[in-house]
């Protein structure tokens, strides 16, 4: 019995430990790009946005405006391309917390697709924009994975899965935190609301805006977990003209009547 009580409590104070150890780890990273609290303080943020993936039958590009207010996790974007959607014309998409919307040329989609494509392109790219600082959010599940060093760097790494109830689809994500400057400088992750299960590596070049270190410049390709490259192309996203602290007002957000 005592060999029972003594193996659980190895047990717990070993989980504990990793627990500490990854939360740590996280909060490090997080002060390191500029902090949980002064991010959030900024209220707002808009940037122009780029997307491109490999040209092919699968090519995508989207161009255009994000807009956040981080009360409510809303988001609202302007499109001059998008050729998810296959439309020509101006392409405004909104969310206003709970439900998301598409515009057509100023004209409300009741197309189940294009909303469908709006709500994963709301969430998704506020999620990206305000990743790193979400990583210790309620639902959010750590695991400390081994040391791995990568081009002569040598990196914490940590898994990071979801509660069943967090978000529309629970992706898992590798981060891989430099030893030196505590950065955040590459991830694995999957997209499963999108049917993929198998990894991606991203990898960024950050700057700093009014204090924030952004990972503005990103670039990723296929992978395995071990954060091997697979793929022959790049996707390229690019985050640029970066303002926080807009006066927006939430209505911005609602579905036009």
Same mark, same amino acid.
């Given at each position: 019995?005592?060999?029972?009580?003594?193996?659980?409590?190895?047990?717990?104070?070993? &989980?504990?430990?990793?627990?500490? !150890?990854?939360?740590?780890?996280? #909060?490090? =990273?997080? @002060? =390191?790009?500029?902090?949980?609290?002064?991010?959030?303080?900024?209220?707002?943020? #808009?940037?122009?946005? %780029?997307?491109?993936?490999?040209?092919?039958?699968?090519?995508?590009?989207?161009?255009?405006?994000?807009?956040?207010?981080?009360?409510? %996790?809303? #988001?609202? =974007?302007?499109?001059?391309?998008?050729?998810?959607?296959?439309?020509?014309?101006?392409?405004?998409?909104?969310?206003?917390?709970?439900?998301?919307?598409?515009?057509?040329?100023?004209?409300?989609?009741? !197309? @189940?697709?294009?909303?469908?494509? =709006?709500? $994963?392109?709301?969430?998704?790219?506020?999620?990206?924009?305000?990743?790193?600082?979400?990583?210790?959010?309620?639902? /959010?599940?750590?695991?400390?994975?081994?040391?791995?060093? /990568?081009?002569?760097?040598?990196?914490?790494?940590?898994?990071?899965? $979801?509660?069943?109830?967090?978000?529309?689809?629970?992706?898992?994500?590798?981060?891989?935190?430099?030893?030196?400057?505590?950065?955040?400088?590459?991830?694995? $992750? &999957? /997209?499963?609301?999108?049917?993929?299960? %198998?990894?991606?590596?991203? &990898? $960024?070049?950050?700057?700093?805006?009014?204090?924030?270190?952004?990972? #503005?410049?990103?670039?990723?390709? @296929?992978?395995?977990? @071990?954060?091997? /490259?697979?793929?022959?192309?790049?996707?390229?996203?690019?985050?640029?003209?970066?303002?926080?602290?807009?006066?927006?007002?939430?209505?911005?957000?609602?579905?036009?009547?």
């Amino acid at each position: 019995m005592k060999k029972v009580v003594l193996t659980l409590v190895l047990i717990a104070v070993s &989980t504990l430990g990793t627990a500490q !150890d990854t939360t740590e780890l996280i #909060s490090e =990273a997080i @002060e =390191a790009i500029g902090g949980k609290e002064e991010f959030y303080n900024k209220g707002t943020v #808009s940037y122009n946005y %780029e997307y491109r993936a490999p040209k092919g039958e699968n090519a995508i590009t989207l161009v255009g405006k994000e807009t956040y207010m981080f009360d409510g %996790e809303r #988001s609202y =974007a302007t499109y001059t391309t998008h050729s998810l959607t296959g439309a020509n014309g101006k392409v405004v998409e909104g969310y206003n917390g709970t439900d998301a919307w598409v515009t057509f040329d100023g004209k409300v989609s009741n !197309d @189940e697709q294009a909303n469908g494509v =709006a709500r $994963f392109l709301r969430k998704t790219n506020y999620y990206w924009f305000a990743m790193f600082y979400k990583l210790l959010d309620n639902g /959010v599940h750590h695991e400390l994975l081994a040391d791995q060093k /990568v081009n002569g760097k040598e990196y914490n790494r940590i898994k990071i899965t $979801f509660g069943e109830k967090v978000g529309d689809a629970q992706d898992t994500y590798i981060i891989y935190i430099n030893k030196k400057t505590k950065l955040i400088e590459q991830f694995l $992750f &999957t /997209v499963v609301g999108f049917g993929i299960t %198998e990894p991606y590596l991203m &990898t $960024f070049d950050y700057e700093t805006i009014d204090g924030i270190k952004i990972p #503005s410049k990103r670039k990723y390709i @296929e992978a395995d977990w @071990e954060g091997n /490259v697979k793929g022959k192309a790049y996707y390229i996203t690019n985050w640029t003209n970066i303002k926080f602290g807009l006066d927006l007002d939430k209505t911005m957000f609602e579905k036009p009547l």
